[in-house]
T-cell receptor, first 116, second 112 residues
Framework: DAGVIQSPRHEVTEMGQEVTLRCKPI?????LFWYRQTMMRGLELLIY????????DSGMPEDRFSAKMPNASFSTLKIQPSEPRDSAVYFC??????????????FGSGTQLSVL | SQQGEEDPQALSIQEGENATMNCSYK?????LQWYRQNSGRGLVHLIL???NEREKHSGRLRVTLDTSKKSSSLLITASRAADTASYFC????????????WGAGTKLIIKP
């Protein structure tokens, strides 16, 4: 099992540019999470998908952020336009949710985003 | 918002010694999880303890949970240089079946 795969590993872009982060969850997992990690705010949940359906997007900072999960094996997080304050490490995590309570998460290696 | 709090924020010990990290939380929980994060890497799940459990072991790891005090501890015995990492607790609140509330982490340094 290859684990959760994220790309790119590093992204450096200029303010105003569009950024697309990609995630391939573990095969068979039905839940996918996008997190953002910064020194100041720690780990923040951006959006949660279950069976490819967005369940909770209350953590998405603003309309500049959008996420999709067109199928069970792929998700994207897009920032358009990007701003310097978006600089952070973005993690994708997946799990197999059975319905009663929180399950353990499997994290990808993250995307280090720097917006200049 | 983050309600879990780890203590201490940083811990530096000699290889071979035991390391203890604590986590306090505020709400009633379904379970509590501990994760490790090596520098520049993703988080790795270590152990999950349910609200009706008091202690759990996994290899050199021992986790305790005291729901009356809303606290948990992670003990790493016979520490190794490879244990150098940040350790996070995440609580699963009872009013959700997917949310995790994350602490700010304890940075553990094992000196050879």
């Amino acid at each position: 099992d290859a684990g959760v795969i994220q790309s790119p590993r590093h992204e450096v872009t200029e303010m105003g540019q569009e950024v697309t982060l990609r995630c391939k969850p573990i095969s068979g997992h039905n839940s996918l999470f996008w997190y953002r990690q910064t020194m100041m705010r720690g780990l923040e949940l951006l959006i949660y998908f279950n069976n490819n359906v967005p369940i909770d997007d209350s953590g998405m900072p603003e309309d500049r952020f959008s996420a999709k999960m067109p199928n069970a094996s792929f998700s994207t997080l897009k920032i358009q336009p990007s701003e310097p304050r978006d600089s952070a490490v973005y993690f994708c995590a997946s799990s197999f949710f059975v319905g009663s309570s929180q399950e353990k998460l499997f994290f990808g290696s993250g995307t280090q985003l720097s917006v200049l | 918002s983050q309600q879990g709090e780890e203590d201490p924020q940083a811990l530096s010990i000699q290889e071979g010694e035991n390391a203890t990290m604590n986590c306090s939380y505020k709400t009633s929980i379904n379970n509590l999880q501990w994760y490790r994060q090596n520098s520049g890497r993703g988080l790795v799940h270590l152990i999950l303890i349910r609200s009706n459990e008091r202690e759990k072991h996994s290899g050199r790891l021992r986790v305790t949970l005291d729901t009356s005090k809303k606290s948990s501890s992670l003990l790493i015995t016979a520490s190794r240089a490879a244990d150098t990492a940040s350790y996070f607790c995440a609580t699963g609140p009872m009013d959700s079946n997917y949310q995790l509330i994350w602490g700010a982490g304890t940075k553990l340094i094992i000196k050879p």
